[in-house]
């Protein structure tokens, strides 16, 4: 299905780049729209949020309770901007389609993780700016202020327990992918990889791309050498479970609640993608 948001992108992209040939006297050929020609990848749009801010789209704000914080892991209360009136705005005038579309939040250290625009407007997304528990003349608590900036990503409608809900600090920028092409580069064609592609998903894309695909706070793991090229199996893992018994200044934090027997699927993933790169150009 080809989506309208798609085709305008696209068709734009083309007579951007056609656009010198327009005036030389070389005979030009009608743009024709072919699927071919449409690179499902590219974002259907991206806001900058501090841009829409200083614009005027996003400039109410609330003071909100969290009833439990995962980054602080109790409960909190921010002053903070609601979401879910601007999401639905966009979706209105780019149309998308709910049940078909990924946001990626793009935050300034790479992490980037995303979730189904579905899920995210059936909650209540805030965007804060300041904890309410910071020292006077502070936004935030932290000794970096700002690593938070320009936007911390909360939910007021979130228990415990609750899974599949990311609260990235320093958020950016939004970017909205058809669900079915946010991942396709980084997707194994044997299905008997999947269920490692969805645990490396859950647990690593954040931060790490395959196939360029995801965060990039950490390093590419398949192009142009798959990990696995040049690390052994065994070091990564233990690398993963404890990065600081490698290197005591590690920017990757271990990641949380992985079992070994899903490290295992992890690895299996990550090794079968090296018969799967991607041409970088
Ligand atoms: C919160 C972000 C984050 C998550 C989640 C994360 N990583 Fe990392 N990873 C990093 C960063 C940052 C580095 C950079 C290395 C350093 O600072 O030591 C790194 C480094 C690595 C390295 C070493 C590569 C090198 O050459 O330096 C491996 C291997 C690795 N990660 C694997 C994984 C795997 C597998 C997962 C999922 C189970 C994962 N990481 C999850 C952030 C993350």
Known sequence: MLKPQIIFLSLFLFLFACKPSIDSDEKTTPVEVTEEAIDETVPLLEINLAHAKEEGALSTTEIVNVSFDPVFKRAKKYEAIPLKPYLEKLITASNLDTAN??????????????????KVINNEPYLAIRDLDASEGK?????????????????????????????PYGLAHLQFKASDAAYKDAMPIDKEMVAGFELYKEKCMKCHSM??????????????????????????????KNPYS???????PPVAGLKDEELEVIMEYISYMKGQKIELD
């Open 139 to 167: 936004n935030w608590m932290d000794t970096l202020q700002g690593k938070w900036n320009p936007f911390y990503l909360i939910w007021t409608n979130h228990s415990k327990g609750d899974k599949g809900y990311t609260w």
């Open 211 to 240: 196939n360029m695909v995801g965060g990039v706070m950490g390093p590419e793991m398949n192009v142009p050498k798959n990990i696995t090229e040049y690390w052994q199996v065994a070091d990564i893992k233990a690398f993963v």
């Open 246 to 252: 490698y290197r005591y200044n590690s920017k990757m």
């Open 101 to 118: 579309t990924e946001i990626i939040f793009l935050c300034k250290d790479g992490y980037n993780p995303g979730m189904p625009l579905s």
